[in-house]
């Protein structure tokens, strides 16, 4: 592997962590999580993060966290769903590593979202919040070096993917 880290992105539900462990075993790399990277340092759950100081706060200590597990080599880096909202956190994920998109129809991603309900973003009436997300960030994740669909796919299918794109 010629790239220096590779870097997940990808709407919630994508399978983001899934993928990034596995992939990590594969190569032998470390996988970083940056949302459990935050959350550790900080001894708190982003869902208590978002709570008591905002989005805004929570967008960035994203960055800066980014920022710090960037600038280390030889990572899977598994990044929140929003990260990509900020130009400068694509910038340092383009700058730092290969970029891997991860896409699922909004099903899957309903699907998978509805096993962790404590998600800040998609309080409320579930389904609706997930399309008017979806919408919103509708081409957020094209700036990647690759996009790959992983509805029909199983992880390894998607790590082998991920591995013949990089080289
Ligand atoms: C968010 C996605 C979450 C987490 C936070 C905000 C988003 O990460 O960073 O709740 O804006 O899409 P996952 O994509 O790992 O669920």
């Known amino acids: 592997m010629t790239t220096s880290n590779l ?3 990808g709407f919630m539900g994508t399978g983001k962590s899934t993928v990034g462990k596995k992939l990590a075993e594969r190569l032998g790399w470390k996988f970083q999580d940056s949302d459990a990277v935050l959350e550790d340092e900080l001894q708190t759950s982003i869902a208590d993060l978002f709570r008591q100081h905002g989005e805004a706060h929570f967008r960035s200590l994203e960055s800066k966290t980014l920022e710090s597990l960037l600038a280390q080599r030889g990572q899977i880096v598994a990044t929140g769903g ?3 909202l900020a130009e400068e956190n694509r ?3 383009l700058r730092n590593g290969f970029v891997v998109a991860l896409k ?7 699907h998978r ?5 404590n998600r800040p973003l998609l309080q409320g009436n579930l389904e609706e919040r997930v399309h008017t997300l979806l919408e919103q960030r509708k081409s957020a994740y094209d700036f990647a070096h690759t996009v790959i669909d992983t509805t029909e796919l199983t992880t390894d299918q998607i790590v082998d993917l991920i591995i013949q794109q990089a080289n």
């Open 113 to 117: 979202v509805s096993a962790d309900i």
């Open 82 to 84: 929003g990260a990509v």
């Open 104 to 110: 699922a129809s909004p099903e899957t991603i309903i």
């Open 7 to 9: 870097v997940l992105v």
């Open 91 to 93: 910038a340092c994920m």
